[in-house]
């Protein structure tokens, strides 16, 4: 009996694992108030189109709030919320990173700014400009703002390249996958949409464009949300979860005399416990058998009063967003 005490309270001390925060789980998640947005506005717009004289008015009231041709509604508030989301994210990175630290700042401002944009529809002002551009184009465009901003877009995501091809592969794809989604939306569908605002007027046509188009926006923004929530791993601590950036993505801090240098240690109920690499330079890393002795950290001695050697891990053995 008393040995099983033992047993069990070896484990107790024993920290958990760090778990990496699932890419497609949290892509999973973020999309089911994408598709329940995106049929809620289809449904609601084919009962205004089914709708008598006398049901009309409360139909329309309720398009009015989930129609995603519109703006500041529920799928604007939704979207800009997920930019505020890669925004929070990217700003924290930016703090931690040990590298592209600029890249990951203009991220985040980048972000933050797009939140501002897809409530206050200021992409639309660019209509001079394109109505400059559009001369030069053979086809007819509906919306001509498309012009300077697949020119503005471009010149950003070459800016962020560096950054994203520097990732974790799952991260990295998922990133780039995100975009390619996005801007088919945000560009693609919407220039579609435009050619058939001229050619068709409001046609039902119209609507079923500019809700793949909405729809597309959001997925690549939750996908965008999930890939750069999968640089993160958790794991439960005695006060609630702690987390840090996985793959390297931590910059060094400095630490106590007698410590390693690659570990800080918070109290906080949400602690960050970053690492310079992520195959782990510390025993919590490492499995420990029940009731086995916890080892060491490397670098570390396990005699009381004998100086620490280093064990700050080689850079280049550790690939670092």
């Known amino acids: ?4 005490r033992a047993d069990r309270s070896a484990e107790a001390t024993v920290p958990a694992q760090w778990v990496r925060i699932g890419l497609l789980r949290s892509f999973l998640v973020l999309m089911v108030p994408v598709l329940a947005l995106s049929t809620t506005s289809y449904l609601l717009w084919r009962a205004i189109a089914q709708s008598t004289p006398e049901t009309f008015p409360d139909i329309q009231f309720w398009f009015y709030f989930f129609d995603v041709g519109r703006e500041i509604n529920v799928p604007t508030w939704f979207s800009a919320g997920l930019w505020i989301g890669v925004g929070l994210i990217t700003g924290y990175f930016a703090r931690r990173a040990a590298r592209f630290r600029v890249s990951w700042g203009f991220f985040a401002f980048l972000a933050f700014f797009l939140s501002l944009d897809e409530t206050l529809e200021l992409h639309e002002r660019l209509d001079g400009i394109g109505n400059e551009l559009a001369r ?11 012009l300077p901003g697949v020119l503005i877009a471009a010149v950003l995501c070459a800016f962020l390249l560096r950054l994203v091809v520097s990732l974790p592969r799952r991260a990295m794809i998922g990133l780039l996958a995100s975009g390619v989604v996005f801007v088919s939306g945000s560009v693609g569908a919407e220039t579609l949409s435009g050619m058939t605002l001229i050619n068709e007027g409001q046609a039902p046509s119209f609507f079923v464009l500019t809700l793949v188009e909405e729809t597309l926006e959001m997925t690549g923004l939750a996908l965008c ?21 996985a793959g390297g ?5 400095r630490t106590r005399p007698g410590r390693t240098g690659t570990m800080t240690e918070t109290t906080s109920e949400t602690m960050v416990d970053t690492m310079q690499d992520d195959v782990g330079s510390t025993a919590s890393r490492t499995a420990h058998p029940a009731g086995a002795p916890h080892l060491a950290a490397p670098g570390r001695s396990a005699a009381a009063g004998t100086a620490p050697t280093s064990a700050t891990p080689d850079p280049s053995e550790s690939p670092a967003p």
Not at 1 to 4: E, F, T, V
Not at 136 to 146: C, E, H, N, R, S
């Open 1 to 4: 009996m008393r040995s099983s």
């Open 249 to 253: 993505a931590a910059a060094p801090h």
């Open 225 to 245: 949300v999930a890939s750069l929530l999968h640089l993160l791993q958790h794991r439960r601590v005695e006060d609630g979860i702690a987390y840090r950036v």
């Open 136 to 146: 030069y184009v053979p086809i007819t465009l509906g919306f001509t703002w498309v």
